[in-house]
T-cell receptor, first 113, second 115 residues
Framework: AQSVTQLDSQVPVFEEAPVELRCNYSSSVSVYLFWYVQYPNQGLQLLLKYLSGSTLVKGINGFEAEFNKSQTSFHLRKPSVHISDTAEYFCAVSETGANNLFFGTGTRLTVIP | NAGVMQNPRHLVRRRGQEARLRCSPMKGHSHVYWYRQLPEEGLKFMVYLQKENIIDESGMPKERFSAEFPKEGPSILRIQQVVRGDSAAYFC?????????????FGQGTRLTVV
């Protein structure tokens, strides 16, 4: 069975500081990995995804994530955050060939001016 | 090109009533997914449909919940005899292909409150 763990439920960070949002997963088969962002009262928007190839994935809004197979992690990073990055961030996993996503419980990023 | 459209955005129902949530996928998408987000939790998969077919309903509660995606019109998630525990945000997503490696586009959700 697959599972996704986002250890940090809330992450406050000052504007222009770097941030890392952690995501660990478990699965017995190959997986695809995703990060979604949810702004208040909005739906989810895809930030980036890892399907195969280079383990460093670049997404929108300056975010990137690195797939580490040995540590079963897919941490999200941004070198310098903006106020507009305040949102809920969800890590998601899908087993190859599956038809649905399995989400973590989310990390609420709050950027402090 | 409009995105995934869900309506209503907010729905209030009394216990025992029926709730009907609608989802119109992006143009050209024939794969629809429903997810439920309980307070302070992540999204949980409920059901995956293609036109006129339910492909995977492994996340659907066995009773009171049903979903359809007719040949014409939006996908409908129906909850009969709602209870307080059904209060949640329900998100619909659509994709061009049915494989997990293609991007699923999400709607803004319907927030159901059962009073």
């Amino acid at each position: 069975a697959q599972s996704v763990t986002q250890l940090d439920s809330q992450v406050p960070v000052f504007e222009e500081a770097p941030v890392e949002l952690r995501c660990n997963y478990s699965s017995s088969v190959s997986v695809y990995l995703f990060w979604y962002v949810q702004y208040p009262n909005q739906g989810l928007q895809l930030l980036l995804k890892y399907l195969s190839g280079s383990t460093l994935v670049k997404g929108i809004n300056g975010f990137e994530a690195e797939f580490n197979k040995s540590q079963t992690s897919f941490h999200l990073r941004k070198p310098s955050v903006h106020i507009s990055d305040t949102a809920e961030y969800f890590c998601a996993v899908s087993e190859t060939g599956a038809n649905n996503l399995f989400f973590g419980t989310g990390t609420r990023l709050t950027v402090i001016p | 090109n409009a995105g995934v459209m869900q309506n209503p955005r907010h729905l209030v129902r009394r216990r025992g009533q029926e709730a009907r949530l609608r989802c119109s996928p992006m143009k050209g998408h024939s794969h629809v997914y429903w997810y439920r987000q309980l307070p302070e939790e992540g999204l949980k998969f409920m059901v995956y449909l293609q036109k006129e077919n339910i492909i995977d309903e492994s996340g659907m509660p066995k009773e009171r919940f049903s979903a359809e995606f007719p040949k014409e019109g939006p996908s409908i998630l129906r909850i009969q005899q709602v209870v307080r525990g059904d209060s949640a945000a329900y998100f619909c997503a659509s994709s061009l292909l049915g494989q997990s490696n293609t991007e699923a586009f999400f709607g803004q959700g319907t927030r159901l409150t059962v009073v």
